[in-house]
């Protein structure tokens, strides 16, 4: 049994009357690749925000590593490995790609640096703006890239900031399928460094590659905790995914 | 005590009406829009215009909304609404500039001198002990007859409905049908027209310059903020709080409670005290008294 | 891209230098505030210009050639208002520049004409540091300490005792404040507050409520026309009248006011009946078809007027030779706003103001 | 005229400061700062105490440093959970009530009247070689600053503001900390502002709050805006050519003879329309800012 890194507990969050989180307990190992599925609305993406600091919960806590960060803000959490996409990455217009990547790291990027004139390191992004074949758009501005580079730019760029624990939100929703490959082999290839990966995603083919563990929610309740295989043996999930308890149940729910 | 509530109504009076209007601005198209400040302005200059033509006041003052009103959906169109795809701030900045033209039509049409409406000089009436005079309670009258009839209409008519509906989700607004252009544009008419009626009735009470769009800026933008922005009814409780605070400033002796005759504050920060509670109000609650949400980024 | 934008600007620059007509002209500058928060004194202060030039012009001008007052707007910003002075001194070449109105700006402009050795000449800032901005400059214009003791001892023959001062919160009201409590207690007086308000406000119930407090014997204000106008109208209103009022600068306080609401008050102004002065307030309503907006024309005239008739003594425009005419002339100098004698330090000496007092059927002189 | 060239210059260099400084919070990290112009008043009043209280420049300097350090971080305080507009208008309130406090303290920094008298920086005897010395004064400062900015801007700590600027949220992603980059933007852009004032106060040898309106930040702002909001030569460039309108609006009104009224409202009209035309018509300004500028 490997050591859980990051342990949420009884987390509430509700948006006036309406409860989006009802008491989520989740704990993830070290090294894992957890999926977390759910119809829309059911409180994923909320879930995801709760983790990384950018909404506050209503109740429960959050530890990372044993150490509690229900209170820090995003940023804090982020510096502590703890780090995020977002679903729809949007991308500064008056940055090139590269300046994005760059800035991801964090290293050596104070204003004292700046006085001394310590110089900008870009070997090390100009290396995998090559591996993700994005070096032809590099000095493009970032907002003008398709929607698929974006989503491998804020992989990338959230992978550049060293996470321990990377949570991503739809990483590759409506995504073309060449680039989808390069994703998984980019996120597969962090794993193997030792990221532990937490993903929202709705493609089953992706789930089933990637994880080995799945948690599911429906309307802010965690409802089935299983091995990807199993989901669609499970009932609450049929039940959820369908609305109505079904025969043979088909999970195959398109982005 | 009367003089104080008096004193309190009258001054909510002179700052409501434009801040409701920066309110049901801000609903809609999202930014703090500065013109509307000269708007206040403008409005009182053309109705005494119309009225030096010989228009009787009513019909003067009307005409002069309706002006206003008019310019101000002309400016959103041709300035304001392409300068907001450049982002909140930017039209900000765009909407100040446009004021400080108008200030310069006005410097080389009017000039810098204050006029007043011409109303005879009679006694003021006796209310409760304190003096009032007409002017002053046709001004009130003004602004209450404005809010009434503003909640009438988000509150009771379709296209207060459709308002309602659009500043909440615009999209959503736009897929159940609503003309989401027109609505705007009708909401923005408004605004001008309840910032030039604003204006006219400090005017009435007192008297018009070119400057007054300026000094109102401060308090307006308190009391719009303290009243959640783009929340046109919450910037009259606004209003209140912040003619509250500057009427206890001034009028409150404090010299009692230090075993003095008289302390006040000074008369000299009585203007400052509505922009502290700017400050304060931004501090504390950014997004005013009635919301409590706590945004992280 | 730099480059060419500023070979554009020195073009544009050289070429407005250039096209800046030949002056056979004998000129002199002007700086003074035509916008900004003064806005209404600077016009004002033009206008007495301008009069004095057309009188001066018809009588056949200075050393037989015409003069030429170049007024500058000053914009109420002291940048500006030295962008105008250094474009006057350097450029257009003045031995002479009158001005300003708030005393903020008088100060370095002063300071500035003084370095450069030309005249300056003050119109309109009572601020007592102005005695100290150097040797060739001058002030038409009494300073607080003339007026405070003229107001204070007239209020005191009053029989008031306790008194609040209302006044603006700028330069000005500052220094009458200062400067009339200083002359006020040292004749026995007692100031129990002094409340400056903020100019262009559009009510002032708040601040009248508060000086009405203290129920003091009498109160003393100075405000500007617009100020003023609503001051007097909301103090009416407020019944705030009844006790006696007594207005620093009379006309300058009650010019845009009703009759009506200023029935009563008291106060002193500045005395137009010298031997200039009533022709020229006639010229004024002739010219421009009302009375007096503040009590600034007349200065900026009497500045134009001295400065004409001492270079015509010294029969040059240099500035030394017009200062050694200036202190000849500035005795017992007949202008509008009254004689003219400058003090050891070139400042006016002495004003004669009226006492004055508004009744039912007119103003009374006291 | 060359004096008056010199006049237009040092003024004009100490405004490119002004607007140096606004173009790196506005430009760089998006920071809509409204009250500009009370970090030059800190600079301004440093000055003028030191001399009322009979301190050499050194101590006004000084004083002028911890002013400014203590509003700059008073306005990044306030910059923590509001939007970039309801900050412009924190900041105007707040240079509202700092102007507000030097008119009305009145035995602490003159009142109205302010502080006149302050002594030129260099004494040589000749006023016109001091102002000469003093203008290369403020060039070199002007040249310090714009070189420490560019430094700033081109590395990764550049980056990081305009991340701030552009997308917040990501930057909160990455873990930057945004009250803390505020901060040091505030700081870094406040020196060159109060260093500013300071020399203004020893050019002008008066200080007083008429100085701190805040029109005046709107005039910086169109100097920032007219150049290329995130261009330093176009916060520069913009400083001498607004400056440059200002001071020759007066020959074009003796050119043509126009009314005096003409110039008043024409200043405003270089201002608001400048600023109105220039974001509708050339936003990028007349120097765009560069992309992808940061390289290795």
Same mark, same amino acid.
């Given at each position: 049994?490997?050591?859980?890194?990051?342990?949420?507990?009884?987390?509430?969050?509700?948006?006036?009357?309406?409860?989006?989180?009802?008491?989520?307990?989740?704990?993830? $190992?070290?090294?894992?690749?957890?999926?977390?599925?759910?119809?829309?609305?059911?409180?994923?993406?909320?879930?995801?925000?709760?983790?990384?600091?950018?909404?506050?919960?209503?109740?429960?806590?959050?530890?990372?590593?044993?150490?509690?960060?229900?209170?820090?803000?995003?940023?804090?959490?982020?510096?502590?490995?703890?780090?995020?996409?977002?679903?729809?990455?949007?991308?500064?217009?008056?940055?090139?790609?590269?300046?994005?990547?760059?800035?991801?790291?964090?290293?050596?990027?104070?204003?004292?640096?700046?006085?001394?004139?310590?110089?900008?390191?870009?070997? @090390?992004?100009?290396?995998?703006?090559?591996?993700?074949?994005?070096?032809?758009?590099?000095?493009?501005?970032?907002?003008?890239?398709?929607?698929?580079?974006?989503?491998?730019?804020?992989?990338?760029?959230?992978?550049?900031?060293?996470?321990?624990?990377?949570?991503?939100?739809?990483?590759?929703?409506?995504?073309?399928?060449?680039?989808? $490959?390069?994703?998984?082999?980019?996120?597969?290839?962090?794993?193997?460094?030792?990221?532990?990966?937490?993903?929202? $995603?709705?493609?089953?083919?992706?789930? @089933?590659?990637?994880?080995?563990?799945?948690?599911?929610?429906?309307?802010?309740?965690?409802?089935?905790?299983?091995?990807?295989? $199993?989901?669609?043996?499970?009932?609450?999930?049929?039940?959820?995914?369908?609305?109505?308890?079904?025969?043979?149940?088909?999970?195959?729910?398109?982005? | 005590?009367?003089?104080?509530?008096?004193?309190?109504?009258?001054?909510?009076?002179?700052?409501?009406?434009?801040?409701?209007?920066?309110?049901?601005?801000?609903?809609?198209?999202?930014?703090?829009?500065?013109? &509307?400040?000269?708007?206040?302005?403008?409005?009182?200059?053309?109705?005494?215009?119309?009225?030096?033509?010989?228009?009787?006041?009513?019909?003067?003052?009307?005409?002069?909304?309706?002006?206003?009103?008019?310019?101000?959906?002309?400016?959103?169109?041709?300035?304001?609404?392409?300068?907001?795809?450049?982002?909140?701030?930017?039209?900000?900045?765009?909407?100040?500039?446009?004021?400080?033209?108008?200030?310069?039509?006005?410097?080389?049409?009017?000039?810098?001198?204050?006029?007043?409406?011409?109303?005879?000089?009679?006694?003021?009436?006796n209310v409760f002990g304190s003096p009032v005079t007409g002017p002053q309670l046709l001004a009130v009258a003004i602004s209450l007859a404005a809010f009434v009839l503003l909640a009438a209409l988000l509150f009771l008519t379709d296209i207060g409905r459709c308002m309602r509906a659009t500043a909440t989700n615009p999209d959503l607004a736009r897929a159940t049908g609503?003309?989401?252009?027109?609505?705007?544009?009708?909401?923005?008419?408004?605004?001008?027209?309840?910032?030039? &009626?604003?204006?006219?009735?400090?005017?009435?009470?007192?008297?018009?310059?070119?400057?007054?769009?300026?000094?109102?800026?401060?308090?307006?933008?308190?009391?719009?903020?303290?009243?959640?922005?783009?929340?046109?009814?919450?910037?009259?409780?606004?209003?209140?709080?912040?003619?509250?605070?500057?009427?206890?400033?001034?009028?409150?002796?404090?010299?009692?409670?230090?075993?003095?005759?008289?302390?006040?504050?000074?008369?000299?920060?009585?203007?400052?005290?509505?922009?502290?509670?700017?400050?304060?109000? &931004?501090?504390?609650?950014?997004?005013?008294?009635?919301?409590n949400e706590v945004k992280r980024v | 891209m730099m480059v060419r934008i500023s070979a554009w600007l020195t073009v544009g620059m050289v070429a407005a230098v250039i096209a800046v007509p030949a002056k056979a002209d004998i000129a002199i500058g002007a700086v003074v505030p035509l916008s900004g928060a003064s806005a209404t004194q600077g016009e004002d202060q033009r206008?007495?210009?301008?009069? #004095?030039?057309?009188?001066?012009?018809?009588?056949?001008?200075?050393?037989?050639?015409?003069?030429?007052?170049?007024?500058? /707007?000053?914009?109420?910003?002291?940048?500006? #208002?030295?962008?105008?002075?250094?474009?006057?001194?350097?450029?257009?070449?003045?031995?002479?520049?009158?001005?300003?109105?708030?005393?903020?700006?008088?100060?370095?402009?002063?300071?500035?004409?003084?370095?450069?050795?030309?005249?300056?000449?003050?119109?309109?800032?009572?601020?007592?540091?102005?005695?100290?901005?150097?040797?060739?400059?001058?002030?038409?214009?009494?300073?607080?300490?003339?007026?405070?003791?003229?107001?204070?001892? /007239?209020?005191?023959?009053?029989?008031?005792?306790?008194?609040?001062?209302?006044?603006?919160?700028?330069?000005?009201?500052?220094?009458?404040?200062?400067?009339?409590?200083?002359?006020?207690?040292?004749?026995?007086?007692?100031?129990?507050?002094?409340?400056?308000?903020?100019?262009?406000?559009?009510?002032?119930?708040?601040?009248?409520?508060?000086?009405?407090?203290?129920?003091?014997?009498?109160?003393?204000?100075?405000?500007?026309?617009? /100020?003023?106008?609503?001051?007097?109208?909301?103090?009416?209103?407020?019944?705030?009248?009844?006790?006696?009022?007594?207005?620093?600068?009379?006309?300058?306080?009650?010019? /845009?006011?009703?009759?009506?609401?200023?029935?009563?008050?008291?106060?002193?102004?500045?005395?137009?009946?010298?031997?200039?002065?009533?022709?020229?307030?006639?010229?004024?309503?002739?010219?421009?078809?009302?009375?007096?907006?503040?009590?600034?024309?007349?200065?900026?005239?009497?500045?134009?007027?001295?400065?004409?008739? #001492?270079?015509?003594?010294?029969?040059?425009?240099?500035?030394?030779?017009?200062?050694?005419?200036?202190?000849?002339?500035?005795?017992?100098?007949?202008?509008a706003t009254g004689t003219i004698t400058f003090d050891a330090e070139r400042q006016r000496s002495y004003q004669p103001y009226l006492k004055l007092k508004k009744t039912e059927t007119g103003m009374d002189v006291r | 005229m060359s004096e008056f060239a010199l006049h237009v210059a040092t003024i004009a260099a100490l405004y490119a400061m002004l607007a140096l400084s606004?173009?790196?919070?506005?430009?760089?990290?998006?920071?809509?700062?409204?009250?500009?112009?009370?970090?030059?008043?800190?600079?301004?009043?440093?000055?003028?105490?030191?001399?009322?209280?009979?301190?050499?420049?050194?101590?006004?300097?000084?004083?002028?440093?911890?002013?400014?350090?203590?509003?700059?971080?008073?306005?990044?305080?306030?910059?923590?959970?509001?939007?970039?507009?309801?900050?412009?208008?924190?900041?105007?309130?707040?240079?509202?009530?700092?102007?507000?406090?030097?008119?009305?303290?009145?035995?602490?920094?003159?009142?109205?009247?302010?502080?006149?008298?302050?002594?030129?920086?260099?004494?040589?005897?000749?006023?016109?070689?001091?102002?000469?010395?003093?203008?290369?004064?403020?060039?070199?400062?002007?040249?310090?600053?714009?070189?420490?900015?560019?430094?700033?801007?081109?590395?990764?700590?550049?980056?990081?503001?305009?991340?701030?600027?552009?997308?917040?949220?990501?930057?909160?992603?990455?873990?930057?900390?945004?009250?803390?980059?505020?901060?040091?933007?505030?700081?870094?852009?406040?020196?060159?502002?109060?260093?500013?004032?300071?020399?203004?106060?020893?050019?002008?040898?008066?200080?007083?709050?008429?100085?701190?309106?805040?029109?005046?930040?709107?005039?910086?702002?169109? !100097?920032?805006?007219?150049?290329?909001?995130?261009?330093?030569?176009?916060?520069?460039?913009?400083?001498?050519?607004?400056?440059?309108?200002?001071?020759?609006?007066?020959?074009?009104?003796?050119?043509?003879?126009?009314?005096?009224?003409?110039?008043?409202? !024409?200043?405003?009209?270089?201002?608001?329309?400048?600023?109105?035309?220039?974001?509708?018509?050339?936003?990028?300004?007349?120097?765009?800012?560069?992309?992808?500028?940061?390289?290795?």
């Amino acid at each position: 049994m490997a050591e859980t890194v990051l342990d949420a507990r009884a987390l509430r969050k509700s948006f006036g009357a309406h409860l989006v989180l009802d008491d989520v307990d989740l704990a993830v $190992e070290a090294g894992s690749i957890v999926g977390l599925l759910g119809p829309n609305g059911s409180g994923k993406s909320t879930l995801l925000n709760v983790l990384t600091g950018f909404l506050a919960a209503d109740g429960g806590q959050v530890s990372l590593r044993g150490s509690s960060v229900g209170a820090l803000p995003p940023s804090s959490i982020a510096r502590l490995g703890l780090v995020r996409t977002f679903q729809l990455p949007r991308m500064p217009s008056r940055m090139s790609v590269r300046e994005v990547l760059l800035a991801a790291n964090r290293a050596q990027g104070g204003l004292f640096d700046a006085l001394v004139g310590r110089p900008t390191d870009t070997a @090390r992004t100009d290396d995998l703006l090559e591996q993700l074949k994005l070096a032809p758009v590099a000095d493009q501005p970032a907002s003008a890239i398709s929607g698929g580079q974006k989503k491998l730019l804020s992989i990338a760029a959230a992978l550049a900031n060293r996470p321990s624990v990377l949570c991503l939100d739809e990483p590759t929703a409506g995504v073309h399928p060449s680039l989808r $490959e390069h994703i998984v082999a980019m996120l597969k290839r962090a794993n193997a460094g030792g990221v532990t990966l937490l993903i929202v $995603e709705h493609d089953m083919g992706f789930v @089933r590659n990637l994880c080995r563990r799945c948690v599911v929610l429906d309307r802010g309740k965690l409802i089935a905790d299983c091995p990807p295989r $199993e989901l669609t043996e499970h009932p609450r999930v049929v039940e959820a995914y369908l609305g109505r308890k079904v025969a043979r149940p088909v999970v195959e729910v398109p982005a | 005590m009367i003089p104080i509530i008096i004193d309190i109504v009258l001054r909510t009076g002179d700052i409501a009406l434009a801040a409701v209007a920066l309110s049901a601005g801000y609903s809609l198209v999202k930014f703090p829009n500065i013109a &509307l400040m000269q708007y206040a302005t403008v409005g009182p200059f053309l109705a005494y215009l119309f009225a030096s033509w010989g228009a009787p006041l009513v019909a003067a003052a009307l005409a002069a909304c309706i002006a206003v009103g008019l310019i101000a959906v002309l400016l959103n169109i041709t300035v304001f609404d392409r300068l907001l795809k450049s982002g909140s701030a930017i039209a900000m900045i765009g909407s100040l500039a446009a004021g400080m033209l108008f200030t310069a039509a006005l410097l080389v049409t009017a000039g810098p001198d204050s006029r007043h409406f011409d109303f005879p000089v009679e006694a003021p009436l006796n209310v409760f002990g304190s003096p009032v005079t007409g002017p002053q309670l046709l001004a009130v009258a003004i602004s209450l007859a404005a809010f009434v009839l503003l909640a009438a209409l988000l509150f009771l008519t379709d296209i207060g409905r459709c308002m309602r509906a659009t500043a909440t989700n615009p999209d959503l607004a736009r897929a159940t049908g609503i003309d989401a252009r027109l609505v705007v544009r009708v909401i923005i008419f408004l605004s001008g027209v309840l910032a030039a &009626l604003g204006g006219i009735g400090i005017a009435v009470k007192g008297e018009l310059n070119i400057l007054m769009g300026q000094d109102l800026m401060l308090p307006v933008f308190a009391a719009a903020i303290l009243g959640g922005l783009g929340n046109p009814m919450g910037a009259i409780f606004g209003a209140l709080v912040i003619a509250t605070a500057e009427t206890l400033a001034a009028t409150l002796n404090f010299g009692p409670l230090i075993g003095k005759a008289f302390l006040f504050i000074p008369a000299n920060y009585i203007t400052a005290a509505s922009f502290l509670i700017l400050v304060l109000a &931004l501090l504390f609650r950014p997004h005013g008294l009635f919301v409590n949400e706590v945004k992280r980024v | 891209m730099m480059v060419r934008i500023s070979a554009w600007l020195t073009v544009g620059m050289v070429a407005a230098v250039i096209a800046v007509p030949a002056k056979a002209d004998i000129a002199i500058g002007a700086v003074v505030p035509l916008s900004g928060a003064s806005a209404t004194q600077g016009e004002d202060q033009r206008r007495g210009i301008e009069l #004095a030039v057309d009188e001066i012009n018809a009588a056949g001008g200075v050393l037989g050639q015409p003069l030429k007052v170049i007024v500058e /707007d000053s914009g109420g910003r002291p940048p500006s #208002a030295l962008d105008a002075a250094k474009k006057l001194v350097a450029v257009d070449k003045v031995p002479a520049v009158i001005g300003e109105y708030s005393s903020g700006i008088t100060l370095p402009i002063g300071q500035y004409l003084v370095q450069e050795g030309k005249l300056h000449v003050n119109i309109g800032s009572s601020s007592n540091k102005i005695r100290d901005i150097g040797p060739t400059a001058f002030s038409v214009i009494g300073l607080e300490a003339v007026s405070s003791k003229f107001s204070a001892e /007239d209020v005191a023959a009053q029989g008031w005792k306790n008194i609040v001062i209302v006044g603006p919160n700028n330069a000005y009201g500052h220094g009458m404040a200062e400067g009339f409590k200083t002359e006020f207690e040292k004749l026995g007086g007692k100031v129990v507050s002094t409340l400056l308000y903020t100019e262009g406000q559009t009510s002032y119930r708040r601040e009248l409520q508060q000086a009405a407090q203290y129920k003091p014997d009498a109160f003393i204000y100075s405000a500007y026309g617009k /100020d003023g106008a609503l001051i007097n109208r909301e103090a009416f209103e407020l019944g705030v009248n009844k006790t006696p009022w007594y207005a620093i600068y009379f006309s300058m306080c009650t010019a /845009d006011s009703k009759p009506e609401y200023v029935v009563g008050q008291y106060g002193m102004d500045l005395n137009y009946i010298g031997p200039d002065g009533k022709s020229y307030e006639e010229a004024y309503k002739k010219k421009y078809g009302a009375d007096f907006k503040t009590s600034f024309s007349g200065y900026g005239y009497d500045a134009v007027k001295i400065f004409a008739a #001492a270079a015509n003594k010294a029969g040059s425009v240099e500035p030394q030779a017009v200062k050694a005419a200036l202190i000849e002339v500035g005795k017992d100098y007949p202008g509008a706003t009254g004689t003219i004698t400058f003090d050891a330090e070139r400042q006016r000496s002495y004003q004669p103001y009226l006492k004055l007092k508004k009744t039912e059927t007119g103003m009374d002189v006291r | 005229m060359s004096e008056f060239a010199l006049h237009v210059a040092t003024i004009a260099a100490l405004y490119a400061m002004l607007a140096l400084s606004l173009n790196l919070q506005a430009g760089f990290a998006g920071l809509i700062n409204f009250g500009q112009i009370a970090l030059f008043g800190c600079g301004t009043y440093g000055a003028a105490l030191a001399f009322s209280h009979a301190l050499g420049p050194l101590a006004g300097f000084a004083l002028g440093l911890v002013l400014v350090v203590l509003v700059a971080l008073l306005f990044a305080r306030l910059g923590r959970n509001l939007g970039a507009d309801y900050w412009g208008i924190a900041t105007l309130s707040i240079g509202e009530i700092l102007r507000t406090i030097a008119t009305n303290e009145i035995d602490i920094t003159g009142g109205a009247q302010g502080i006149g008298g302050i002594p030129a920086l260099f004494d040589t005897g000749s006023p016109l070689s001091g102002r000469l010395i003093l203008f290369a004064v403020v060039l070199a400062a002007l040249i310090a600053t714009w070189f420490a900015f560019r430094r700033l801007t081109q590395s990764k700590f550049g980056l990081s503001l305009r991340l701030l600027r552009e997308e917040p949220q990501l930057a909160a992603a990455f873990g930057y900390d945004l009250d803390g980059l505020r901060r040091r933007i505030m700081l870094a852009a406040a020196l060159p502002a109060a260093l500013s004032g300071f020399l203004f106060a020893h050019y002008l040898t008066f200080v007083g709050p008429d100085q701190l309106f805040a029109s005046e930040t709107f005039v910086i702002w169109t !100097m920032v805006v007219v150049g290329g909001l995130g261009s330093h030569a176009g916060a520069v460039i913009g400083a001498i050519v607004v400056q440059c309108l200002f001071a020759l609006v007066p020959f074009a009104k003796d050119a043509f003879g126009l009314p005096s009224e003409f110039v008043a409202a !024409m200043r405003l009209v270089l201002i608001g329309g400048g600023l109105i035309g220039f974001l509708l018509l050339r936003p990028q300004g007349l120097i765009p800012e560069r992309i992808g500028g940061v390289r290795g």
